[in-house]
């Protein structure tokens, strides 16, 4: 049945197609649903799929969870209203599907029971019919009329512009996987190591594992581990790496440590544990960078306490890039925060990068942290950073990355 107010639960929501960057397909279609269901009053809102004679409901909005219709229901697509409002033996706007002998035919309209019915179709841009949009009620409904059916032509043109927004996404996604299976299948992939300098003895104090691809596209690593993000595929991506740079382990000098990237979804998984049991954790180090969302900061230091309890060193990566950096310093007491090379990048004549880093060469005495700037380049960076206080070092001034110079331990 309408609404009988002024206000309607369209006008408290926006569907625009700009949201589309910040908002998931589903979520916005799901909004669009219960917008559709609660503007015309109605126990149900749909969109469904017919593909291959069948008919099935991809989402589902809903008055009352005893209704029997759910996201995942399929069947014949000729059993269904939305194929024969598609073909033209139903109309797209019916008030009372007892009435209408050919919705009498579908056993839906009796056993749920249907009343008013509104169904339109699903058209991409390619002219195919994706499937159908679909509001109905049990009761039937003799006010329905003309401009309600313009209205769901409206959804449904912005149903299909998500949807299709949604399969392109899904093709992209498919690429990015195949093209990551295929590093890891043919192990396309190799390590680097960037020593970190500790000024004050005048020695090499650990190396820093990074990346590298031999596979196309040739791109920096960090886009390699972003599309793996987005397709599942990161925590098997970081492990990979992580075994790969494990392998070189042995060819450390014994006073040195091997520092190693991984995000907090792979450190709180139970394969890092594994992967790195075997080695002495006194020598190794791991680095969280600014970058990594933590949703979880308790579930992280739990999941690292052990392995600190061992030896294990924490370090936060890219320390002055951004707001996170600080609150992973703060949640985590790392034993290493790695200034973030925007910093020290012409630290010499710049005095407002000085003072922070002066700042936390502070905070990393009272917190018995230790500081390793990144991303020295220059000796004028090199001298600013050891008069501001800062004893350990990592840049192209004292070391590219490239192979381990030992052979054994």
């Not at 019916?94 to 339109?120: F, M, N, R, Y």
């Not at 994706?130 to 409904?141: A, K, N, S, V, W």
């Not at 792979?266 to 020598?283: C, F, G, H, K, Q």
């Not at 012409?346 to 917190?367: C, H, M, N, P, Y």
């Amino acid at each position: 049945m309408n609404n009988p107010h002024g206000q309607t639960p369209l006008l408290n929501i926006s569907l625009g197609w700009e949201q589309e960057s910040t908002t998931s397909t589903e979520a916005s279609l799901l909004k669009a649903l219960r917008a559709i269901r609660k503007h015309f009053d109605m126990d149900v809102a749909f969109i469904s799929r017919i593909e291959n004679d069948q008919r099935a409901l991809e989402l589902v909005d809903k008055a009352d969870d005893n209704i029997p219709v759910n996201a995942d229901d399929s069947g014949p697509s000729e059993d269904s209203y939305c194929q024969r409002v598609i073909d033209g033996r139903l109309p797209e706007l019916i008030h009372d599907a007892q009435q209408e002998s050919e919705a009498l035919s579908i056993k839906a309209t009796q056993s749920l029971p249907i009343g008013a019915h509104l169904s339109v179709p699903i058209r991409m841009q390619d002219g195919s019919i994706y499937g159908t949009l679909c509001c109905f009620d049990r009761q039937p409904d003799a006010t329905l009329n003309s401009r309600d059916l313009s209205m769901m032509h409206v959804f449904a043109e912005f149903a299909a512009h998500q949807l299709e927004h949604q399969d392109k996404q899904r093709q992209e996604n498919r690429m990015i996987k195949t093209r990551i299976h295929h590093v890891l299948e043919q192990n396309l992939l190799h390590c680097v190591f960037q020593p970190m300098h500790d000024i004050l003895n005048q020695r090499i104090a650990g190396y820093e594992a990074l990346t590298r691809f031999n596979a196309d596209p040739q791109r920096s690593p960090d886009k390699w581990f972003n599309e793996a993000v987005g397709v599942g595929l990161q925590e098997t991506l970081e492990i990979t790496a992580i075994e790969h740079a494990l392998k070189h382990f042995n060819s450390l000098p014994d006073t040195a440590y091997l520092s190693l990237n991984a995000s907090p979804n792979t450190i709180v998984s139970n394969r890092l544990n594994e992967v790195l049991a075997p080695y002495p954790l006194d020598r190794l180090m791991l680095e969280i960078t600014e970058h990594d969302v933590v949703d979880d900061y308790d579930g992280l230091y739990e999941a690292l306490s052990n392995m600190r309890a061992q030896g294990l060193k924490l370090a936060i990566d890219d320390a002055g890039a951004g707001y996170a950096s600080f609150r992973h310093i703060l949640k985590l007491a790392p034993d290493i925060i790695k200034l973030d090379q925007s910093l020290t990048r012409d630290i010499d004549s710049r005095s407002e990068s000085q003072a922070l880093a002066a700042a936390l060469v502070g905070f990393a005495s009272k917190t018995r942290s230790r500081l390793i700037a990144e991303g020295v380049e220059t000796q004028q960076e090199f001298d600013t950073l050891k008069h501001i206080g800062v004893q350990k070092m990592q840049g192209y001034l004292l070391g590219k990355p490239g192979p381990l110079p030992y052979n054994g331990a």
